[in-house]
């Protein structure tokens, strides 16, 4: 019996492993020819039009430039890439419904988009449930870990929190002002923040002032008298800023008008760089500050020569390069290095070949993707100069990993994301080792509407 | 390490290039410049700590020449060519820079800011300069450098400028001056618990008499605890108004904005009756006429600005012509198509300047006369645009006005809204009466729009911000009626800006919404209602 066993054995095993390299030839020819056929299509989710135009038109750009690229050095997996616009118009549900188009009706194997966070969450159930591919350029408030999304901008301990830090250790600041829009982002930070400030730090409630303004606020005499008010009291002040687009020349012109100096009152902002101070009169500003993973004034051969074709493409000599932008380079040179690795475009390897995938960033490190699609970043502070540039102050002496999952919010601090096997969870509870659902993500956002 | 080397080589090469060229001059120049630019040698380093180091030597040297540089470190002018020398750049617009040489002040051409490094600060060593160029300037000629110098000085005097301090005020001439440098003292002298500092800083508004003053009145001697606490409520007191006379200042100013913004829509609305939802794609126009002037006129931001306002209002009143010819003649009384119409512009609008002009935010200049604030005293200043805006608001107030009141067309306006059909059987071309007016409320939206350029953002989006305002402010003041507008503008302003501080600025637009929907509820036709037959219709 057994020798009998041992004889068919080889022989079926054998012809199992005919069948299969025949069929794998079959299948890969039938690949091939498709492949050669159709260009890889990258879907670009980015409001053209609307208020969010401003700060979206150029990423859209970005990632145009980055396919050119691409394509120029003779594409993927011998692939051309197509880009495939749509426009959104900064209209949130319609960011949905553009969202379900590209994956449903273009077929499209990669996005890249979406600016503000409340667009993402419309974005979010649609890519989760068609199965596509998001890569989110901008920094965030956390909270949040998708199987089907890649952040590549900073998460609040990317940013935010390095930051106070600075404030706190390098220039001896004791008092805080928390001003922001009044939607997810700031709310979600500055809680974050308060947390930190108080239970870390040991700052005192009447220390931290907050105060929330609408979208696109322009008349700020107000709040800023306040904010000299509040930083007359003999203590170092600085005020930190998530004041969103439009809203930042009118608050930084009225804080230069009513005379508040850079060397006083400090205002570092988490929303502002090279592209918001194109709108601005940088001279009054010089000495305010902002927190970002990269600066166009970065002094590396690979920022300059980014900056290069960046210039080259628009046809822009003072075309300026951001934070955002070079998140979008990072996010698609992973997936491209992602593509290759897996061999395909295919959503389900693709998720699972690019983590542990790391690139070069433009500051002259790599970013490398984690588990919980979060990536790693140094930190910089910049002082704005006459210029409208940064000039980098401080930066981390190495890249901090995205946390998904803030530790200093309660509900939030017991949650991890881990996309590998077996985990495969986004919001794993550590204490009751369980995979959270929506359960812990619930309690999470109870937390912070309280 | 070699390099280190080679570079302290080549430093040591050009100081005796620099020594050398200068052998002809006398031996002590010589030794002061090498000196000098040791000094200066010494400020270009990475490290920001050393940077304050070397400020501090640069203020010991005793050189007459430390000021200068102390300055154009601040203002960021101080720097240094490929070769090592020092520099400090007069004029950093464009691509070439005039220079001077940091030493001998003598000018040096144009140098391409690319052969320029710029020596670096941040913020506390901005901090460190200021107080330093403070101790300097006490000695100074210059009136008004000495007057800088003594605010900057409330709060910073320690024992070892205390004792100098009491003579320069003895010896000073300028009243002010003076006051300044005995409130220093005075603050000194508290925190060293002198009760007489107390005496002398009674009534004073500035916030670092205050932080002293806090501080002295929780201090352990009883005598100086009670005189500080009693100079403070009388200070809090004289606060107290100053904070009203500032609310009512920014809610006058915020009223200004919105009179502005809706005064146009208050004649095309209030007076035609035309629902025009392009309005606020008007005032961007005026905004961007004032960005394509300064465009053509580099350098003349001021000029530029002041040509703006007849230049915005010929375009926003032709772009308002072409409006009312190409699309609202022809939805005279159908309010609902003339409002999805308009609105459907004003979209146009917007994206046209999007695709032809950018959708990012333009920069539009302040002259120099504009920026900053009029101090009133320490406790209150009143911002330099804001009063500009809120005089140009009061002035094309009075020009309607006048041209409502006092002119043939104005007189024709009011005929053909009060009986349009009268008034053409009195032989007044209603046709070319309509187009006016709303050429009138166009410009004048552009003119709102070349002052807004002052204050917010000019970018595609900017008349988005300001159309419901500006329809709450005509609907609350009254349709049809110029001072209502007026009136309504300036009380929305003060209402809003008194509620901001103790409901926060989100609450504080929700509460006056509500507000004026129960006003209008209860009377429906607005603050001043039209009177007689034609209103009623």
């Not at chain 2, 006379?245 to 915020?254: H, I, K, N, P, V």
């Amino acid at each position: 019996m057994t020798t009998l066993q041992r004889k068919t054995h080889p022989r079926t095993v054998g012809r199992f492993a005919t069948a299969l390299m025949a069929a794998a030839v079959m299948g890969a020819s039938t690949q091939a020819i498709a492949q050669d056929d159709d260009p890889i299509k990258v879907g670009i989710l980015h409001s053209l039009s609307g208020t969010m135009a401003i700060s979206e038109t150029v990423l859209k750009d970005t990632v145009e430039m980055l396919i050119e690229q691409q394509n120029d050095a003779g594409g993927l997996l011998g692939r051309q890439l197509e880009a495939v616009v749509v426009d959104p118009a900064s209209n949130w549900p319609l960011f949905a419904e553009r969202a379900r188009e590209l994956l449903a009706q273009e077929e499209v194997d990669v996005i890249f988009g979406n600016w503000t966070s409340v667009s993402r969450k419309a974005v979010l159930p649609v890519v989760e449930e068609l199965n596509g591919l998001l890569f989110y350029p901008v920094q965030y408030e956390g909270e949040e870990s998708s199987e089907n999304v890649f952040y590549t901008g900073a998460a609040p301990n990317q940013q935010a929190i390095p930051a106070v830090e600075y404030l706190i250790n390098e220039v001896g600041i004791e008092r805080f002002a928390l001003v922001g829009t009044d939607y997810v982002y700031p709310r979600t930070t500055n809680r974050i923040l308060e947390a930190f400030l108080k239970d870390e730090h040991g700052i005192a409630d009447e220390d931290i002032m907050i105060n929330y303004t609408p979208f696109g606020h322009s008349d700020w005499q107000n709040i800023v008298s306040e904010i000299r008010r509040f930083g007359e009291e003999g203590k170092p002040t600085a005020v930190i800023s998530t004041i969103n687009g439009d809203a930042n020349v009118p608050f930084y012109t009225e804080l230069s008008n009513q005379g508040i100096d850079a060397a006083d009152i400090p205002v570092i902002a988490f929303s502002v760089g090279e592209q918001e101070l194109t709108g601005i009169d940088t001279g009054p500003l010089v000495g305010h500050l902002a927190a970002w993973n990269y600066f166009m004034s970065v002094d590396t051969d690979d920022n300059y020569d980014f900056i290069d074709a960046w210039i080259d493409y628009t046809g822009d000599e003072e075309a300026v390069t951001n934070d955002p932008m070079e998140a979008h380079y990072i996010g698609f040179n992973m997936w491209a290095e992602a593509v290759r690795k897996a061999g395909t475009t295919d959503v389900d390897a693709v998720k699972d070949a690019i983590i542990g995938v790391a690139v070069p960033n433009l500051s002259g490190g790599y970013a490398a993707m984690m588990p919980n699609h979060h990536i790693t970043k140094p930190v910089l502070i910049g002082e704005v100069q006459d210029n409208g540039q940064f000039d980098i102050v401080w930066q981390t002496p190495s890249t901090v990993a995205g946390d998904a999952w803030s530790d200093y919010l309660p509900g939030s601090r017991d949650l991890i994301a881990d996309w590998r096997k077996p985990m495969e969870c986004g919001n794993f509870n550590v204490v009751n080792g369980s995979c959270g659902g929506s359960t812990a993500a619930e309690e999470a956002e109870a937390a912070l509407a309280e | 390490m070699r390099r280190f080397f080679s570079l302290g080589l080549l430093c040591l090469l050009l100081l005796s290039v620099t020594v050398t060229a200068q052998a002809q001059t006398s031996a002590t120049v010589e030794a002061d410049d090498a000196a000098a630019l040791e000094l200066l040698n010494a400020l270009d380093v990475r490290s920001y700590s050393a940077k304050g180091e070397a400020i501090n030597a640069i203020l010991q040297s005793d050189d007459e020449r430390a000021r200068d540089w102390l300055q154009s470190l601040l203002d960021g002018r101080l720097q240094r060519t490929d070769d090592g020398r020092f520099v400090v750049v007069l004029d950093n617009q464009g691509r070439d820079w005039p220079v001077a040489d940091a030493l001998t002040n003598e000018p040096l051409g144009e140098m391409s800011r690319r052969d320029l490094d710029r020596i670096g600060i941040n913020n506390n060593l901005r901090n460190q300069l200021r107080s330093a160029i403070a101790v300097v300037d006490l000695y100074s000629p210059n009136v008004e450098r000495r007057r800088i110098s003594a605010s900057r000085l409330l709060g910073e005097v320690d024992e070892e400028l205390a004792e100098p301090l009491s003579q320069l005020i003895a010896e000073e001439e300028d009243a002010e001056v003076a006051r300044r440098l005995t409130q220093a003292l005075a603050i000194y002298q508290v925190e060293s618990g002198e009760l007489e500092g107390v005496e002398t800083l009674r009534g004073s508004l500035h916030p670092r008499v205050r932080v002293a003053l806090s501080r002295a009145a929780n201090s352990d001697d009883s005598i100086i605890a009670d005189a500080a606490n009693e100079a403070l409520s009388s200070i809090e007191q004289n606060l107290k108004i100053n904070r009203g006379l500032e609310t009512l200042y920014f809610g006058l100013s915020l009223g200004s904005v919105l009179v502005l913004a809706a005064i146009g829509l208050a004649i095309t609305f209030g007076v035609m009756g035309v629902i025009n939802m392009a309005h606020g794609e008007l005032i961007m126009l005026g905004a961007y006429t004032t960005w394509m002037m300064q465009q053509l006129l580099p350098g003349q931001p001021g000029l530029a600005l002041i040509l703006s306002i007849p230049a915005g209002f010929m375009v926003a009143a032709l772009v308002g012509i072409a409006i009312e010819r190409g699309v609202i003649q022809f939805l005279k009384g159908r309010p609902l198509e003339t409002l999805l119409a308009t609105f459907g512009i004003s979209l146009i609008l917007q994206q046209l300047v999007r695709t032809v002009i950018s959708p990012l935010n333009r920069t539009v200049i302040t002259p120099e006369w504009m920026s900053g604030s009029l101090v009133i005293n320490d406790a209150l200043s009143l911002t330099l645009n804001r009063m500009f805006v809120l005089g140009f608001a009061l002035v094309v107030f009075a020009a309607l006005m006048l041209i409502m009141r006092r002119t043939r067309l104005g007189l024709e306006v009011r005929a053909v809204t009060q009986n349009r059909a009268m008034a053409r059987s009195m032989g007044i071309r209603a046709t070319r009466v309509d187009i006016m007016t709303f050429a009138l409320g166009s410009g004048v939206a552009g003119l709102a729009g070349v002052a807004l350029s002052q204050l917010t953002n000019v970018g595609p989006n900017l008349g988005q911000n300001y159309i419901i305002d500006s329809f709450m402010v005509v609907v609350f003041g009254g349709v049809g009626n110029l001072w209502g507008t007026l009136v309504a503008g300036l009380s929305l302003g003060i209402i809003n800006q008194v509620l901001e501080p103790w409901a926060g600025a989100v609450l504080a637009k929700i509460i006056v919404l509500v507000f004026i929907i129960l006003f209008i509820q209860k009377r429906p036709r607005g603050l001043f209602p039209q009177k007689g037959r034609a209103a009623e219709g």
